[in-house]
Every structure is written in C-alpha cells, then in structure tokens.
C-alpha cells in the first residue's frame, strides 16, 4: 500500500487551505495562487486581499451544510466504514448565489487556469471556465446555470466539501471536464484524497449532483437490422432521445460468424418519430433478431450513450470520481466518459509491457460508505471508455443501480473490491440491486491475459438482487463471462430475468464452493462463443430455473461442480443448441466427491451428437448425475469412453416409468449402443409435474427513471 492510503481524510471543519492537495506539481512549473473567499487569503502578483463571507449578490451569509460525521480513515482493503448519517431529501437547484463570471466576487479577477479555487460561500457557475483545482469547502456551493450550456475544466483535483450541482434544464449540457491528467503520477489508494490523482472527490458531508435530463437508456429493436439500413424500428418509443444523441447497437450474429461478440455499429439520431430512429449513416454490419424459444424473440439492445450531464477525462489522460461522503449523492443521467486510470505493470506481454488498473481509482466509485449509503440511487448513467471498473459500490450498502449502462470498460463492469488472495473472504457489501443495467464490451488488452473477466460480479453480501439486466460483448479468456458468481464471494442474489448474448465466452459462470443456496430462474443465453451456463468449482448447492440456453458454441451447461447438501438442479430448461455445439450438456472434471446434480424436466434439442454427455475427467471424481424426465430432439445420453466409471448416473426420459442406471459397455445388462452404455433398471425419484412448454418474457427496454426533483 502507499503511505497515502493510511493519511487522515480532509477535515470538512478545517478553514485553512492544504496547499499540498490543490497545486500541481513542481515539475510543470506552475504557480497556482490560493484564491478564495472569507477567510482564505489569495495571492495575485504580491496583492494580498481578504474577501467578506456575504453572498456578493445578496449580502446574505451562505448557510452552512448540516454537519455529520466524516468518514473513518481506512486502507482500500480494511472494512470499517463511516457510521451512517442522517437521511436528507434532496435539496433545491439554489442558483441566487454570486456569478462566478463578476469579478467583484473574486477580489477583482476572475481565476483563470492555473488558479486554485476555494470556495465558501454559494457561486453560480454562467460561464466557462478553467481552474487548476478546486475546493468546494462545507459552507461552499457550487451550481452550473441550468439554463445554459457550461463547460468547467479542471486541471486539478475538484473537491466537494459543500454542494455541486449539475442539473441543466432543456438542451443545456453541463460538462466538468480534467483535461490534463497524467496517469503515470497516480498513487492509488483508500480514503484520502491523494494530490496526485487528478479526479472528483466528494468527501466529508459533501452533496454531489449530477441530474440530467431523463431519457430511455436502451431500448430492443423491433426488427432485423441489416447493413445499409438508415433507420430502426424499436420494440417502444424511447423517452428523451433527440438528434445528435450518440447510439450504440449490440451483436446478435451467431457464434461460428467472425467478430460476432464485436460486431457494433455506432450512429447518431437524425430524428425521432415514436419508435422510429432515423441515423445520421448507414449502419454496417447486421443484427438479426434471435428467436431463442419460449415465445422470445430477441433483437439487438440499442443504447443510448448520450446525456446532458457530463464528467470526462480524456482519451490520453483518465480522470476517476471517488465518493465518500456520509450524504447521499444523486447521480443521474449522468455520461462519465475517459475515467478510470491505469499504471504500467510488472508483466509484459509478448515482450510487450502491459498495464494494470490503479487501486481504488474507478469510474463511479462509492467507497466504504457501510449503511450511509444506504438509499442512495444511480439511474440512467453510462460509463464509458474507462481503463478501470465501471460502478463500483465497494463496502457500501443499499445502493441501487437503475438502467445504468457500461460501455467499453476494462475491468469487471459491476464490481467491488475483491479479497487479497483466495484464502480470504471477499468484504460484502449488501442490498445491491442492478435494476436493468447493461455491461456492454467489457474489454482487456491483450485479451488472452483476461482470465475470468466478467461484465456483472456477482460478489459477497445479502439481500442483493440483479434483475432484467444484459451482459453482451464481454471479451476475455478461460472462465470470462457474463455473470460470474467468484471463488471468494458467497453473496446470495435474487437473479431473474437477466440476458446474456454474443459474449466472448460464457453467459454464466460460477466457481464457488458455497455454503448457501443459490437460485437463478428465468435466465437467458444465445449466441455466447463459449457454454450457456459453466458451473463450478467443487461443491455447491444452485437451483437454475425455467431459463433458456440458445446456441452457445460450448454447449448450453457445463457441469464441474456436484452438489455440497442438497445438490444443484437444472430444472424446466429449454436447452437448443441450433446447430452449434455437440451436447446440449456436458460434464467436465469433478474435483471432489459430492451429492447428486439433478437435470429434470428440460427439452434439449439441436445439438449434433447427444443430450447429455458424461465426460467426467479420470484425474477427478466419477459423475454424480440425474437425468430425470427431459424430452431429447435426437440421441438422449454418451458415456464418454475415456471417462472414469461413473458412481452413479440415473436416467429416465420423459414419459417413461422405469428409471435405469447407465455404466461403461459389458457392465450391465442392457446394451444401449448410441449411448456407448450398458442400463440397468434402477430406483429414482417420482416423476415430478411433466415437461410443460416454457414461455418467458424479458424486458424489450431498459427501466423508466426520473431526475430529481428540483
């Protein structure tokens, strides 16, 4: 760790400035003079002067912000946390404070580039312009003109201690922008704002808003889209796109098309009319619609990555927003774009030096708030271009994350920091829910280094929940996915209604010992260049419901794990290969002896050569498997001939009274030659309620979200 990561946060009390954190460094070559208002002193070519605390537009005094208490110093890997501060609803746009562009408030000049700014009392931003750094102290406010579109660049760290409002009103844009970060100088870290890491800090009791104007974050396609077309049909009319808005529309090609887990097209909106999108070009590639089954057909997401509030680093210089503050922030319809740095590695790459994420440096960071958070909404945000995590609620509990989207973000999308080995517990952080919210092009470079890479981690705590949400385009090497369930997590989610297609890899994948049960229902998969569903580790208790797993290249499931008490349970799926894979379900090696893994009441069909496959490895553990009442398009079962004998495998098709036991050839009774088995009549569990069509939906938009009110 750094030793900035153990130094004793900014007191939000303390009036005198902290040169330190708010000048650049001395290898620019910059004076930046401390200018402020009350009681801190401002140099200006040897002038000192001393500013009354008055509002200069009404003589009034700026009110101070309620105080609570500050967050407790911690390291980025130690769980303590902030007690919880008071529930506050949001306060009004207050735009009577004094015009930053008057000079009178400024002591006669108006700061510039290389000035850093402490505010203290209320200021409206109706002009652009740029500091060197910036201190909203608690007393302190700062709103852009909502009326207006406004650009604030920042060279250095902006702080809020007070309040930050950008909150446009019509077709204003509000931008606060950090043009000039150097990535190599960041240090990484935990609480304290480090000097060096150029982003937005909102500490103490600091109130953050960042309120666009509301819009439909994605929406499905209607039909089809083919290359050449200029317009699409969308499943409903999007709220709030207008001309100019920047989209992003997802892959849908099958898995044996080259690129189909890259295949985007981008365009802006000509115009709107209802359902109808009218592009500035042509798009390029095509995007059929996916009938998968049980009544769905599926066409491509198309997001909407444009917004009327704006938090941007740039392309050669990532900033980063570090939130830990004991009072909710509301983020919404925010873009936050170029965030999340990256420091050069130890390991190289085909000789090549590669880069790693900068510890605790994310696009939208919550950290280690524990119940102060609780309550606190993000809707309708996209992070995009980030080099770290995209929405990180690390330690942080109760946060709700609404229609939010991530896109072209190195990194697990959706996450919160991870244990420091394998040995060790993941800290929870509990009531998450991911409400409709997409990971979209979840990227590594290179990509065979992206080993487990995920859009959505699923990781430790309760009361979690992650519904009608989409994973799509995760690139990445063994084990990357969708969703991921890890090793260390033993989170417990409510998961339902979520969408993973034209991954790299897997749509789920779990590898977890668990001591808890774990439920997901309703789940769907196509398109993924790798297995529907991969389950492990060793032993687990899961329950996969009445979801559907459509031509995924490995297969639709792919069982390692068998079951800790109870035994996991594959029940009610539609698995239909289309042509892509061998097996609809294939076992894989089994490390530890465990309980029986129960597949019931699934249709399984498309697949080339077999339903069920037992490829159990001979280095691990025998299969362990029921394959109880499942109807087959085609040979049901294949003892795989370089397979250990299994300890126990069941199988009764649907309709049939009589279960049997299957084993290696000339070991039974009955030859069954197309299952490269012998049968034996044996004891099984009751035929449970038959196989009934399954018939899904999943939202065809992303959830309805509002701004705050005034």
């Not at 562009?101 to 006669?108: E, K, M, N, R, V």
């Not at 439920?519 to 790798?530: D, E, I, K, L, R």
């Amino acid at each position: 760790m750094t030793p900035t990561e153990n130094a004793p946060p900014p007191d939000p009390g303390d009036p005198a400035p902290r040169p330190a954190r708010h000048r650049r460094p001395v290898a620019r070559r910059r004076l930046l003079a401390w200018l402020a208002v009350g009681t801190v002193a401002a140099v200006t070519g040897g002038e000192v002067f001393r500013q009354s605390l008055a509002d200069a537009k009404t003589g009034r005094p700026a009110p101070p912000l309620p105080a609570t208490p500050s967050p407790v110093p911690s390291a980025e890997h130690t769980h303590g946390a902030p007690p919880p501060g008071p529930s506050q609803p949001p306060p009004p746009v207050d735009e009577s404070g004094r015009r930053w562009s008057d000079p009178a408030g400024w002591g006669g000049a108006v700061p510039g580039p290389t000035t850093a700014v402490r505010i203290t009392d209320r200021v409206l931003l109706d002009t652009d312009a740029a500091v060197g750094s910036l201190l909203i102290d608690r007393t302190g406010s700062l709103v852009f003109a909502r009326d207006r579109t406004l650009s604030l660049a920042s060279a250095g760290n902006v702080e809020v201690r007070g309040s930050l409002a950008l909150a446009p009103t019509g077709a204003a844009v509000h931008t606060l922008r950090f043009p000039e970060v150097d990535e190599k100088r960041f240090q990484g870290g935990g609480t304290a704002l480090v000097g060096s890491d150029t982003g937005l800090w909102v500490t103490g009791t600091g109130y953050l808003r960042l309120d666009g104007a509301a819009k439909t974050a994605w929406v499905r396609a209607a039909a089809a889209l083919k290359p050449g077309e200029t317009t699409i049909k969308l499943s409903t009319a999007p709220e709030g796109w207008q001309t100019g808005d920047e989209l992003a529309i997802t892959p849908t090609l099958a898995p044996d098309t080259d690129g189909f887990s890259t295949a985007y097209d981008y365009a802006t909106v000509r115009s709107v009319d209802g359902a109808t999108v009218t592009l500035d070009a042509p798009l390029r590639r095509a995007h059929p619609r996916v009938a998968v089954g049980a009544g769905l057909t599926l066409g491509a997401e198309v997001l909407n990555l444009t917004r009327t509030v704006r938090v941007e680093g740039t392309a050669e210089g990532r900033a980063h927003i570090h939130i830990t503050s004991s009072r909710h922030a509301d983020v919404r319809h925010a873009a936050l774009r170029w965030l999340g740095p990256r420091a050069a590695g130890k390991d190289k790459w085909n000789g090549q030096p590669v880069t790693e994420p900068v510890l605790g440096r994310y696009g939208l960071h919550f950290h280690m708030l524990a119940d102060s958070s609780r309550g606190t909404v993000v809707e309708g945000v996209v992070v995009r271009d980030t080099g770290n995590h995209a929405f990180v609620p690390h330690a942080s509990h109760g946060i709700t994350f609404r229609s939010c989207i991530s896109h072209e973000t190195w990194e697990d999308a959706y996450w919160w920091d991870g244990p420091l080995d394998t040995r060790t517990p993941q800290g929870p952080s509990d009531d998450i829910a991911y409400d409709a919210c997409v990971a979209s092009r979840t990227v590594f470079e290179p990509n065979p280094r992206a080993y487990r890479l995920t859009g959505f981690s699923l990781g430790a705590g309760s009361g979690s929940s992650a519904r009608g949400c989409v994973a799509v385009g995760v690139q990445g090497a063994t084990g990357a996915s969708g969703y991921e369930w890890p090793e260390t997590s033993e989170g417990v989610w409510t998961f339902e209604r979520c969408l993973a297609h034209n991954n790299l890899e897997n749509g789920v994948f779990v590898w977890l010992n668990a001591q808890h049960h774990h439920t997901v229902a309703q789940f769907v998969a196509y398109h993924n260049g790798g297995w529907g569903i991969e389950h492990g580790a060793y032993l687990n208790d899961f329950d996969y419901l009445s979801s559907v797993l459509y031509g995924n290249a490995g297969g639709g499931v792919a069982v390692h794990a068998l079951g800790r008490e109870k035994g996991t349970r594959f029940d009610g799926l539609l698995i239909d290969a289309a042509g892509q894979s061998d097996y609809a379900v294939a076992t894989a090696k089994h490390q530890l002896a465990g309980e029986t893994v129960t597949i019931s009441r699934c249709r399984m069909t498309g697949y080339r050569k077999a339903g069920v496959a037992f490829r159990a490895d001979p280095e691990g553990k025998p299969d362990d498997i029921a394959v109880l009442d499942c109807e087959f398009g085609g040979n049901e079962v294949w003892l795989d001939p370089e397979a250990p004998a299994p300890k126990r495998i069941l199988f009764r098709k649907a309709g049939q009274g009589q279960a049997v036991a299957l084993s290696k050839p000339g070991t039974g009774p009955t030859a069954v030659p197309q299952w490269n088995a012998a049968s034996t009549p044996a004891d099984a569990p009751p035929a449970q309620q038959a196989v009934a069509p399954l018939t899904l939906t999943l939202p065809d938009a992303a959830s309805r979200t509002t701004r705050t009110q005034p």
